[in-house]
């Protein structure tokens, strides 16, 4: 089968959106993990659904699917990253968190998204654990409630440091919140999963909301373009598609907006040229 591949919009934030779609599908993408944020679809402007309406027209003129994803900086607050969540130790900002959670999907049913990310957050310093978990599960079961089985997956990110950091804790919260599916970061496993990234696909297949990929040295948590680090691509991809994964396959180089017209094709050239050793390599197995 052949996989459909995705590139986040944070890799793409000195192109206007509707350039950013066009290079997009030129170089042969099957769609745009979208990051609601102030450059792109500002979720807090007035216009926000209509500009979304707007972006799935421009899309499905393109043939690209959308994943709408949830990390921008500093969108909620302007002086600290990532803040508030949904174990930050004020309710307010709590329910901040969630009231933005769902205001995206309310803007993913606008685009037609196949998926929503999102991720837990990181405790603060003298916040219990215990108690940052009830908060956490509480919050991703009120999600579930509100906007889960719809048209899109639920799909929380575990994240190298927050609360829900590896897979195991995301099947942790999953028992706690059903109705929620995986966000498989696949380099995210080289830096604090139990799992090798192919291992992490094929254990959690029949979880996965969406998939990303990127370039990931051991133990350290920064994105690198996909032919560095130590992520085995061509397992990864030959595993998902044993896993028959139909859903986006994504691409996320935040620190690479400025050479973006350098990296995006520079990703999928990668991405081919590794399903052919994946392909060259399960052949050989059998």
């Not at 599908?25 to 500009?51: E, M, S």
Request: hydrophobic share 45%; aromatic share 6%; charged share 25%.
């Amino acid at each position: 089968m052949s996989l459909r591949y995705a590139y986040n919009t944070n890799g793409l934030t000195s192109h206007r959106l509707d350039d950013a779609l066009a290079f997009l599908a030129d170089c042969g993408y099957a769609g745009v993990a979208l990051t609601l944020d102030v450059v792109h679809l500002d979720p807090f402007a007035d216009d926000a659904f209509a500009r979304a309406e707007q972006v799935r027209a421009r899309c499905d003129s393109l043939g690209l699917g959308v994943v709408v994803e949830t990390g921008a900086r500093f969108l909620l607050d302007p002086r600290v990253k990532h803040e508030p969540t949904l174990v930050t130790a004020s309710a307010e900002g709590r329910a901040r968190r969630l009231a933005y959670l769902r205001l995206a999907c309310d803007l993913a049913g606008a685009l037609g998204a196949e998926a929503v990310s999102f991720w837990a957050g990181v405790p603060r310093e003298g916040v219990d654990r215990g108690q940052a978990w009830a908060w956490l599960a509480d919050g991703v079961r009120a999600l579930v409630d509100s906007h889960g089985g719809r048209g899109y997956a639920l799909a929380v990110e575990p994240e190298p440091g927050m609360l829900v950091e590896d897979c195991d804790d995301w099947a942790r919260l999953a028992a706690e919140a059903p109705g929620i599916t995986l966000a498989l970061d696949t380099g995210h496993c080289v830096v604090s999963g139990a799992y090798e990234p192919a291992d992490a696909v094929a254990a959690f297949a029949p979880h996965l909301g969406t998939v990303a990929v990127e370039g990931m040295r051991r133990g350290v948590h920064d994105h690198l373009p996909l032919d560095e680090g130590d992520v085995d691509l061509p397992a990864v991809l030959a595993a998902l598609r044993a896993a028959s994964f139909d859903r986006l396959v994504t691409l996320e180089l935040s620190r690479d907006g400025h050479r973006a017209h350098e990296m995006v094709p520079r990703a999928m050239a990668t991405l081919r040229a590794a399903e052919t050793v994946g392909s060259v390599q399960e052949r050989a197995r059998l």
